[in-house]
């Protein structure tokens, strides 16, 4: 009897996770895909850049790009066949001293701020679906001497922050 509990038991919480509930704040649970099923595709040319540093926007669109494909059902395309466009601009970037030794007052932790716009629009009706104005990825590295992490770790690393920050924009849009 307790075998027949546990085995129904354990079929019940499979059916669960693969049924892809999402949690709705507003309903409780439901079974409802998390992504647009109306979107097949996504374009998403290479983001404009106003900072001095050109290779931030070629690693950001190659981010989201990876990052729209890995985690999302829909297809990365060139802009004449997509249903959507992903068009973004890099703002800013900024270097700020989080911390110094105090001995040598050489800077131990520093953070990299990147600013963009973007804006999602459905390429068959031209309406917008998102736009944010300001969106900003941040993180830190440690350029001192003994560990030297130079200024790309920590951009790369807010470029990744700030790609995974679009994407989940994108999903909860709709």
Do not use: H
């Amino acid at each position: 009897m307790m075998r027949a509990f546990s085995f129904i038991a354990l079929g019940a919480i499979s059916l669960t996770a693969l049924s892809g509930c999402a949690a709705d704040p507003k309903q409780g649970y439901s079974t409802q895909p998390v992504f647009d099923t109306t979107v097949r595709t996504i374009s998403v040319p290479i983001f404009d850049n106003y900072t001095y540093r050109p290779e931030i926007a070629v690693a950001l669109t190659e981010a989201v790009s990876k990052e729209l494909a890995r985690t999302t059902p829909w297809a990365v395309t060139n802009t004449t066949n997509a249903d959507t466009v992903l068009k973004g601009v890099v703002r800013a970037e900024d270097l700020r001293k989080l911390s110094q030794d105090s001995n040598s007052g050489l800077v131990q932790e520093q953070a990299v701020t990147i600013v963009i716009d973007f804006e999602w629009r459905d390429a068959r009706s031209n309406k917008a679906r998102v736009i944010r104005r300001r969106f900003t990825g941040v993180d830190t590295f440690v350029p001192v001497r003994g560990t030297g992490e130079r200024l790309e770790t920590g951009e790369f690393a807010a470029i990744d922050r700030l790609a995974k920050a679009i994407v989940g924009e994108l999903r909860s849009s709709w």
